[in-house]
């Protein structure tokens, strides 16, 4: 067996898409993780890559600009390496503005979108349509973003990890580390974190989400309503989560949490209302302190690197972070944005 270069802890979404991203450079590559690909909060299946105002634009905002345009051609790489669909499509996403402030902010947003996100994406309002796939909108208007794309989370891992096997990868429970090693272990790693640096680096966070049996329009937006994302997935499916819990006992188990998330999906979205609950889903993930992604060095420990803390955001920052984690461990080149770096949340 040939000896790694890479080691990556943890076969979440940052963990095999800087694998990914190391393949493709030539590394030889060993994932670890016991729970297997996805087996964590990446296994979930909500899915929604979706951008934050565009406004107040900051290094984090940039970052996920050029992550979110680069998730196309990454993800089709993917599935023709794996010949599996991880579920990508960017079919943009619709917004309710609720009242007459929150419109006139809307149509500043999208003379600002117009200026930071220039010709790759649009951010408009519009007057709501008489159409099935549109939320409630007191006011009779929308937002819509051309940005926001979809995946499904469990299918995208395993679509990552067929296509690191196909090209020499390893992925297996345990083994020996070999090489620069990457930890991406997920709220456990922010726990190890924490008690290397004598701080709260991060927490976890847990999320609840349930799963719809409903066939969205073809070509249906996400939506996003009252802080709920509802997502139409092409199997027929349509997710909806999730939960904020920074107080939880059991990471893995479902509850009223999520049996309300349905009821509220309904009064967003009317066209749901009926569709059966096919599957509930919950798991911890993990929120850096700042907020932002940690990645770079593991201060102290040589040869060790960090890549953590994507809450709420990892799948859509997954393509950024894989870039310039293959650019410090393979290159030695340090491309991480600023307040992304381990230090800046020590």
Known sequence: MATAEITVRGAGIFGLSV???CVQRGARVRVIDP???????SGGIVGALAPHVPENWNTKKAFQLDSLLAAGPFWRDVAAASGMSPGYARFGRLQPILDVDALTLARARAESAANLWGRSAEWSVEET???DWSPITPTGWLIRDTLSARLHPARACAALSAALIARGAEICPEASEEGAVIHATGW???EDLSAAAGRTVGVGVKGQAVLLRHRAPEGAPQIFSDGLHIVPHDDGTVAVGSTTERNW???GSTDDNADALAERATEAL???RGAPVIARWAGVRPRARSRAPI???WPGRNGHFVANGGFKIGFGM??????VMADLTLDGVDSIPDGFRVEDNL
């Open 270 to 272: 009317p066209i749901l």
């Open 19 to 21: 694998a990914w991203a």
């Open 188 to 190: 456990k790693g922010l």
């Open 318 to 323: 997954a393509p950024g972070i894989a870039r």
């Open 129 to 131: 349509g008489l159409v």
């Open 35 to 41: 729970a297997g690909p996805g087996g964590g909060a």
């Open 249 to 251: 006992d059991d990471p």
């Open 295 to 297: 990645l770079g060095s």
